[in-house]
């Protein structure tokens, strides 16, 4: 049935480790213009580095895969991003009980891992960071987990979702992070940390298509 596996998360967090590792020049540009210029550096070591964890591991379920990579993402990148993934990945592996949760269950617990996200950084959607991608991409799978939609397309529609959240971080003036130290100047650029929460929710339809 439409569950999502623990080889399911295996392979989302290789798809995610593969597309940041395509996309670390973009991801670098995007930094530089606002930040310090590390981000497509920093979710390339720390991703890559959670691929080679959880492919060790033998997961009895998909929850196990995410607490690995989160903690694989707090121990392996500093920065503002290390902490903020790793306790968005953690927390949500943490939420995600059972060998094959279905999509609701899933949807429930990347929205812990978002709260976590947001009560460490106390970003709101609309200061310009990665929430203004990773909210919308939950809500979307929510509202897909309340109409039955099938877990592949849900993951596409969240894909979409947070495009067009880090799409709508350019015209803003960042709130939170190091950008927020640029003020106006940091208006015209999009988030580095919504950008890579595009290429993490791309990963998991990838990794979910059937
Ligand atoms: P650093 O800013 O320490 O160099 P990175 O460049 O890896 O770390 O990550 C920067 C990204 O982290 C930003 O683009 C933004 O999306 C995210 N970020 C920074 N501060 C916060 C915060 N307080 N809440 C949520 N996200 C944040
Ligand atoms: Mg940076
Ligand atoms: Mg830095």
């Not at 895969?65 to 903020?84: D, N």
Request: aromatic content about 4%; charged content about 20%; proline content about 4%.
């Amino acid at each position: 049935m439409d569950a999502f596996t623990a080889g399911q998360a295996v392979a989302w967090i290789g798809a995610a480790a593969d597309a940041v590792a395509e996309g670390k020049e973009r991801l670098t540009e995007l930094d530089a213009a606002i930040g310090d210029g590390d981000h497509g550096a920093n979710m390339d070591r720390g991703l890559g580095a959670a691929r080679e964890a959880v492919a060790a591991l033998d997961a009895a379920g998909p929850g196990e895969v995410l607490v690995k990579t989160g903690m694989t993402l707090i121990s392996k990148v500093g920065g503002a991003s290390g902490p903020l993934y790793g306790s968005f990945f953690r927390t949500t592996g943490k939420n995600l009980e059972g060998a094959e949760p279905g999509l609701a269950e899933l949807a429930a617990a990347l929205r812990a891992g978002l709260e976590a996200v947001q009560r460490m950084g106390a970003a709101q959607p609309g200061d310009k960071t990665m929430v203004d991608a990773l909210s919308p991409a939950v809500t979307v799978l929510e509202q897909a987990a309340e109409k039955g939609t099938p877990l592949t397309e849900a993951a596409r529609d969240a894909a979409g979702a947070a495009y067009d959240g880090a799409q709508a971080t350019i015209p803003l003036q960042a709130r939170k992070g190091r950008a927020s130290y640029l003020g106006e100047r940091s208006i015209g650029h999009e988030d580095p940390g919504a950008a890579s929460a595009v290429l993490i929710f791309r990963s998991l339809a990838e990794a979910t298509a059937d």
